[in-house]
């Protein structure tokens, strides 16, 4: 579900969860053990990437229908466990978004240090309300501090879709480059930053990263208590049943 690849002193983690990498409790916990492995083992900068035309398209709504209260609880944990380490890392992380990367893969992104994305047909947001879900006041947040109040209003409210050139335009993302640079060119990125004094460069982070890392702080209990009333409403799981539905007749 993972597949790992040292260039040199960075660590790529490939999501490679077949065929678009849906994010489910197994691959969430999977990333979760390969970032803290990739800083235990001395890496000192991290590239995420994809499939090429998908880096993931969020959660993986099929498998999560079928979980009962209980173990969708333990989803969000594991989710939001995922942004944590991420937005935590003590070393510099880059999103090589490598195609298509809706909701929780833009979610996941967010919390990168730099966003990458591949030139082409492809498109990034956080569409929740189109599901009948909300990204709810800490993935707000995080998305407000890269767009500004207005951008990010817009986006969530209106569960929009961008292209990479819109994305890029907004500050959603940081760059675009044709597919087969996106990793390489996160590389690249990465190069840079570990080529810079790595004492400072890890104070500096922690002070610029600390309003990211303030907002995972204040979820409990019973915040994940709340997605799940969200996600076992009557709205939602119509919503989502027929999100399937479409997804099974390809439309």
């Given at each position: ?15 490679a ?5 849906a994010l489910?409790?197994e ?6 053990a ?5 800083i ?11 499939q ?7 959660l ?9 209260r ?17 937005a935590t890392?003590?070393v ?11 909701a ?12 990458l ?21 800490v ?7 890269i ?34 640079a ?35 702080s204040?979820?409990?209990e019973r ?12 709205e ?16």
């Amino acid at each position: 579900m993972i597949e790992t690849k040292d260039h040199g002193p960075i660590r790529e983690l490939r999501l490679a969860r077949p065929p678009v990498n849906a994010l489910n409790p197994e691959l969430m916990r999977r990333f979760n053990a390969e970032m803290a492995a990739a800083i235990a083992a001395g890496a000192r900068a991290i590239v995420i990437s994809g499939q090429p035309g998908m880096f993931t398209a969020g959660l993986d709504v099929p498998e999560l229908l079928r979980l009962d209260r209980p173990q969708m609880l333990e989803c969000w944990k594991v989710f939001f466990a995922a942004q944590a380490h991420l937005a935590t890392s003590p070393v510099p992380v880059a999103a090589a978004i490598t195609g298509h990367s809706p909701a929780g893969g833009a979610v996941l992104a967010l919390y990168c240090d730099y966003r990458l994305m591949a030139d082409g047909k492809f498109k990034i947001g956080l569409n929740e309300v189109q599901v009948g879900l909300t990204p709810g006041p800490v993935i707000c947040a995080a998305l407000r501090r890269i767009v500004g109040s207005r951008q990010a209003e817009r986006l969530v409210s209106g569960g929009l879709l961008l292209s990479p050139a819109e994305a890029v335009a907004i500050d959603l993302v940081d760059r675009v480059v044709p597919l087969q640079a996106v990793v390489p060119a996160a590389i690249e990125w990465a190069q840079q930053m570990i080529s810079l004094p790595p004492r400072a460069v890890a104070v500096t982070r922690a002070i610029a990263r600390a309003d990211l890392i303030e907002l995972l702080s204040h979820i409990k209990e019973r915040d994940y208590e709340l997605m799940n009333d969200v996600w076992f409403s009557d709205e939602t799981q119509q919503t989502l049943r027929q999100l399937v539905e479409r997804l099974k007749g390809g439309s």
